[in-house]
């Protein structure tokens, strides 16, 4: 294996250039006549528009054109979907609501778009959305997807009767309620999984180019998926046709899942371009981007866990109701049914499950995927409820999972999942070791002396993702495929290009696609080049999303370097006059194995162009594609183990220790790895402890800047204590599960765990904030 091939720990190629300010993002772009644009938003939660006034507006100094969404509807642009079908248990589809990119006559939450300004400058088009002047008639407004379903409702959508969605089930309802009746032990547990904003470090951005000459649009966009972008913009919202349309992702300061979606702004860019005549280019500031970027998670469930005698659960029955905001973004419905109720066995053997689920439309913003995107929630609600029923029963939590671990592989869950592999107790006995868990008694009675409350709580998590094959989530509602494509040119100097679908923003790509490059041929890195996000350069990809990039991606990169190794062992064979068999390839070299008989890889590859002695038949050229198909997800899973201190007199808690014990299957950059699982236990633990996005009753974000919405900074964060064990995927040909969610999803049931366990209560819920913290210490000596 070459010192750059796969598993070694190699410094990521792409930092240099973000580090040294060298990037090249949206707001960097700059193209001729550029002008720039401001929207006018909603103040309102809810409420009818009666009158636009926009003459004082384009009296302004530098205003180019003032454009509302009757003009909008006018040349034709559709409404944003929702891109995943859900159907009801009684079979009735989805009520998707309309949502124009610019509100015609009524806005549904406060940052609904109604009016686009374009001006020379920023600043004179923020001045003249200021003049704008629009006459609302505001209507009663609906936060909470529980008092959305309640009679007397304020009625969001005519489409969706009682605000509600779809009434989705999953799993065997007469099993589940049989199980719980026959139950020696039975938990119940409300379960609330707070709303988040994902605050990635580059706000949303669009400039949209239309150019006449050509009948030609350009969109750079803050994308995860550029081509999907391109498909849904042509296909339903009428922008241009796809052949007229190029979508360039450049680098992307970061998506955690917001950023897969189509936003209203990238479309009303490019419209307003052909409006207006003019390259149009937004950048949201970072309020913006907290009042309109999709939130995430926002359940609230009610759960039941069966036990019998020998404390085996028997049966869980869970009924959610999620919230997802004004209007369906376009995979919101997915992710509270197929990316959350099918992972509720979790890592146990449980024989009867039931799932019902409601979706609910409220007067805030879309809820959508968000970093673990439905596996997150299934897991807080599972783990805080086994940890919960451990501790009625009187036994180690620990215990009590791994007397219910799933053991055989495959395994089928009642909920649709087949797990393929894993080793859930391999996992569960390195945390406990690194944990010390043996020895966590004492360093209790050490911090009681101290007056400090000291709690440790287990997360056992587990995951599905590169989801897959394209037949079956087709046939569960999905409006895309989702394998990915790959294509592999050799040059005639025997440098590599790697065209991937796979998307990189944040992710390593660039390092760990040229690895698997280095290891097939042994290309130093620095030769092999990594392009993305481009409809231009790259065919037809589904982007990165839901930790698929290792496991889809890099496999359809292995199938295109397949092609491109037995063409190139043929172009060897004939010129060392042997047989392709019998040619190896090791450090850059073509070799006839047990001889000293070799060929330099670019010698090869310039044969390959300049096409002199070729076998007999053979095509000039060294270029290759693929597109995988995976047969299955991948199912990464582990155990998350963490121990906190908490003051009694203020409520502060202190993360003193972090394990986390992963199982990722075969491991392309160890270094990659564990920055991902650092970042996602992060993330999990900002959840946990600090943020929550909140509306007033009048539909008002209350959490709208920095200065509301608190994250994580390094100080809540111990120094965490990570390693992994390997069950290699048998579903792709890399052996890859998935690495990038699960900080995410395993640790805030940790954090909580831990949390609850020191406080000796179950009433706690996230984010456990100081307040809440002393509130539920001062509750408990009441």
Request: net charge negative; charged share 20%.
């Amino acid at each position: 294996m070459g010192i750059e091939g796969i598993g070694a720990r190699v410094a990521r190629k792409e930092d240099k250039r973000f580090i040294t300010g060298a990037g090249r993002y949206v707001d960097d772009m700059v193209v001729p006549g550029m002008k720039h644009a401001a929207f006018v938003r909603s103040p309102y939660a809810h409420a009818q528009i009666k009158k636009i006034d926009v003459k004082a507006a384009k009296a302004m100094p530098g205003v180019i054109g003032v454009l509302t969404g009757k003009e909008l509807k006018a040349d034709g642009i559709g409404n944003l979907i929702c891109g995943w079908m859900i159907h009801s248990k009684d079979g009735t589809p989805m009520k998707m609501g309309a949502w124009s990119p610019l509100a015609v006559d009524k806005v549904r939450y406060v940052g609904d778009a109604v009016v686009i300004v374009v001006a020379d400058t920023k600043g004179q088009a923020r001045d003249a959305a200021e003049a704008v002047e629009i006459s609302y008639k505001e209507l009663k407004a609906v936060t909470e997807a529980v008092d959305a379903l309640k009679p007397g409702a304020p009625q969001i959508h005519p489409e969706a009767d009682g605000n509600l969605i779809f009434d989705w089930e999953i799993g065997d309802s007469a099993a589940t309620d049989a199980a719980i009746k026959a139950a020696a032990h039975v938990t119940r547990i409300k379960i609330v999984n707070n709303r988040l904003v994902p605050n990635a470090m580059e706000p949303r951005a669009a400039l949209g180019q239309y150019d006449k000459a050509e009948d030609h649009y350009t969109c750079w966009t803050t994308s995860q998926n550029p081509h999907v972008a391109r498909l849904v913009m042509s296909a339903f919202y009428n922008v241009a046709p796809e052949n007229k349309l190029r979508v360039i992702a450049p680098d992307v300061g970061g998506g955690f899942g917001s950023k897969i979606y189509i936003y209203p702004e990238e479309i009303v860019c490019l419209w307003a371009s052909k409006k207006t005549g003019v390259p149009v280019k937004w950048v949201a500031d970072r309020t913006e981007s907290f009042l309109t970027d999709a939130h995430g998670r926002d359940h609230v469930s009610m759960v039941e866990m069966a036990f019998d005698k020998d404390n085996r659960v028997t049966g869980l029955k869970v009924d959610t109701i999620a919230n997802l905001g004004a209007y369906m973004s376009l995979f919101s419905s997915c992710v509270p049914t197929y990316l959350y109720a099918t992972l509720l066995s979790g890592q146990y053997n449980i024989p009867a499950i039931h799932a019902n689920v409601r979706t609910v439309y409220t007067n805030t913003a879309p809820v959508d995927a968000y970093r673990g995107a439905g596996r997150p929630e299934a897991t807080y609600l599972l783990e805080r409820t086994m940890e919960t029923a451990a501790r009625e029963l009187g036994v180690s939590p620990a215990e009590l999972r791994r007397k219910n671990f799933i053991t055989e592989f495959p395994h089928q869950t009642p909920v649709i999942m087949c797990y393929d592999a894993g080793d859930y107790g391999a996992s569960m006995d390195a945390a406990m070791k690194a944990a010390d868990y043996a020895g966590f008694a004492r360093r209790k009675a050490a911090a009681a002396k101290k007056g400090k409350l000291r709690g440790i709580g287990m997360s056992n998590y587990i995951e599905a993702c590169g989801i897959a094959p394209s037949a079956a989530v087709g046939s569960l509602g999905a409006g895309v495929g989702l394998w990915e494509s790959a294509e592999v040119r050799v040059n005639a100097v025997g440098t590599i290009e790697v065209l991937t679908g796979s998307h990189s923003h944040g992710q390593g790509h660039e390092t760990t696609f040229a690895q698997l490059v280095n290891q097939r041929f042994g290309m130093p890195i620095d030769q092999v080049s990594i392009i993305h996000g481009d409809t231009d350069k790259v065919q037809m990809g589904m982007g990165t999303y839901g930790s698929r990039s290792g496991a889809v991606g890099m496999s359809a990169v292995a199938k295109a370097l397949d092609k491109v190794e037995a063409k190139a062992k043929k172009i060897a064979a004939h010129m060392l006059e042997a047989d392709e068999s019998d040619i190896v390839i090791e450090d850059g070299t073509l070799k006839v194995a047990g001889t000293d008989k070799s060929v330099p890889w670019f010698q090869m590859a310039l044969a390959a162009y300049t096409a002199h002695n070729l076998p007999s038949g053979m095509e000039p050229g060294l270029k290759e594609t693929a597109f995988y198909d995976p047969s299955n997800f991948t199912f990464p899973a582990g155990c998350y183990i963490c121990e906190v201190e908490i003051d009694p007199e203020t409520g502060v808690t202190e993360i003193v220790q972090f394990v986390a014990a992963d199982d990722f299957g075969n491991i392309i950059n160890p270094m990659i790895v564990e920055g991902q699982v650092h970042g996602g236990i992060a993330q999990g633990v900002g959840q946990a402890l600090l943020e929550g996005a909140y509306y007033d009753q009048t539909g008002q974000l209350l959490t709208a800047s920095y200065m509301d919405y608190t994250m994580p900074r390094a100080s809540d964060l111990p120094s965490f204590k990570v390693s992994t064990s390997n069950t290699p995927c048998p579903g792709n040909p890399l052996g890859i599960k998935g690495c990038g969610e699960a900080g995410a999803i395993g640790s805030p049931p940790a954090v909580m765990n831990a949390m609850t366990d020191a406080l000796g209560t179950n009433e706690l819920t996230m984010p456990a904030s100081p307040s809440r913290v002393w509130a539920a210490i001062h509750s408990a000596k009441h």
